[in-house]
């Protein structure tokens, strides 16, 4: 065999072989594709759905805590149990709220600010955790009133624990609660909601779906609802 013969079949050679190599490499793609394109499909569907619904401020849902009057002025509050301006609104709104309870549709949703308020998120999982066990809105009272306090400690759990134990409530449920997967992601949607709303900072307010400078005074409170009573 000439040399020339010898290098044309060591070419032909290498060529069936990176042909060989390259038939290897499309069957494994489509093996690939075959196998891990639904698991892709069926993960990005769970991702979504994982994620759970997102309400408008003009909304309500089942999983919201809502009181007052169901046909009422729909008053969404998005609040920071740590935040020391949302305990003043939340005092505002108690003594505003027997002159528009009737009136009113007060909800009230999660925006923990955690890069500023350490046990903000804590707050919120307990506060989920008390109303699991029917009682909400005394834990959110709780939460408010001693904000000042609660807000220096290191570990606020006990100090938690005590508030579901004063309520009458099953401490060792709050426990097992405050980690479960759907109440981690109520809050998680609220803070989307939140966020796709408009909300920048805490207490954000919207009255009938429209946001409205954060009330002052409770009579400001009142002149809201009354105006949109008015509507």
Request: hydrophobic content about 40%; some cysteine.
């Amino acid at each position: 065999m000439s040399k020339r013969e010898e290098q044309k079949k060591i070419r032909e050679q290498k060529q069936r072989e990176s042909e060989q190599r390259t038939a290897r490499q499309k069957l494994v793609a489509k093996i690939a594709m075959f196998v891990l394109g639904p698991l892709l499909v069926i993960t990005v569907i769970y991702a979504m759905m994982g994620q759970g619904e997102v309400y408008s401020p003009i909304e309500i849902a089942e999983v919201d805590h809502v009181r007052g009057n169901p046909e009422g002025v729909k008053l969404v509050v998005y609040a920071d149990f740590q935040c020391p301006a949302c305990a003043n609104e939340h005092l505002l709104m108690a003594q505003a709220w027997n002159s528009i309870a009737n009136r009113t549709q007060m909800v009230f949703r999660h925006y923990p600010l955690t890069t500023t308020h350490p046990h903000a998120w804590t707050a919120a999982t307990y506060a989920e955790a008390a109303g699991r066990q029917g009682k909400f809105w005394e834990m959110y009272d709780l939460l408010f009133v001693n904000q000042a306090y609660w807000s220096t400690l290191g570990d606020v759990r006990a100090e938690f624990e005590g508030y579901i134990a004063q309520l009458g409530l099953d401490v060792e449920r709050a426990r097992v609660d405050i980690r479960a997967d759907d109440l981690i992601q109520k809050i998680r949607n609220d803070q989307r909601s939140g966020t796709r709303s408009g909300v920048r900072s805490t207490p954000t307010i919207f009255v009938n779906g429209r946001l409205v400078p954060t009330p002052r005074t409770t009579a400001e409170i009142v002149a809201l609802i009354n105006a949109a009573t008015a509507t």
